[in-house]
């Protein structure tokens, strides 16, 4: 399988700030990487498809002004959770898809959101 | 709409015994088939990818899949402790680079 790393793992803020989330494929070049989010007791969604050197495709309901990513190279998609609230309180999870693989996903740790 | 639909449970097994899991997917296009396992608070690791109708073994792990009833299914062999996670049926509609639709998982427990 792929190698995918998140930083942080953990982040606190206060409401209002931004956050801004890593997610790195340690051992290949990952031209599409996808966003997720997982509320409590609840499935994955997802969020976006990252692809490296244009615009992300956002999900219906999913706003882009505010979840900004950006795919600056092959092996890494950052998420921008911008002007954070209490309700974007989620754990993030990033994957890559490697072209070796047939579509299979491979997932991050993710990242744990808690807006106070 | 896609639709990925499994029962929460929690299933409930004893050490040793077979542990069924099943799905159901709305999508007809729907061409790939997986089954993550999600331990509490952790991110999904994946168990096993299907694609063609008919069986898929790997270990104490077997995939089914009936594309004509929609319906893919998991079953563990050998039930261990271990095996206690939220399972989650995922599908992608296949053609490439697509993100999955996930099903809101089964808890599984295994009972010692």
């Known amino acids: 399988g792929a190698v995918v790393s998140q930083h942080p793992s953990w982040v606190i803020c206060k409401s209002g700030t931004s956050v801004k989330i890593e997610c790195r494929s340690l051992?290949?070049?990952?031209?599409?990487m996808f966003w997720y989010r997982q509320f409590p007791k609840q499935s994955l969604m997802l969020m976006a498809t990252s692809n490296e050197g244009s615009k992300a495709t956002y999900e219906q309901g999913v706003e882009k002004d505010k979840f900004l990513i950006n795919h600056a190279s092959l092996t890494l998609s950052t998420l921008t959770v911008t002007s954070a609230h209490p309700e974007d309180s989620s754990f993030y999870i990033c994957?890559?898809?490697?072209?070796?693989?047939?579509?299979?996903?491979?997932f991050g740790p993710g990242t744990r959101l808690l807006v106070l | 709409q896609k639709e990925v639909e499994q029962n929460s449970g929690p299933l409930s097994v004893p050490e040793g015994a077979i542990a069924s899991l099943n799905c159901t997917y709305s999508d007809r296009g729907s061409q790939s088939f997986f089954w993550y396992r999600q331990y509490s608070g952790k991110s999904p690791e994946l168990i096993m990818s299907?694609?063609?109708?008919g069986d898929k073994e790997d270990g104490r792990f077997t995939a089914q899949l009936n594309k004509a009833s929609q319906y893919v299914s998991l079953l563990i062999r050998d039930s261990q402790p271990s095996d206690s996670a939220t399972y989650l049926c995922?599908?992608?509609?296949?053609?490439?680079?697509?993100?999955?639709?996930f099903g809101k998982g089964t808890h599984l427990i295994i009972q010692p």
């Open positions: 995922a599908v992608n509609l296949g053609g490439g680079a697509d993100g999955l639709t």
């Open positions: 051992d290949f070049q990952a031209t599409t």
């Open positions: 994957s890559v898809a490697p072209h070796w693989t047939k579509e299979t996903q491979y």
């Open positions: 299907i694609y063609s109708n």
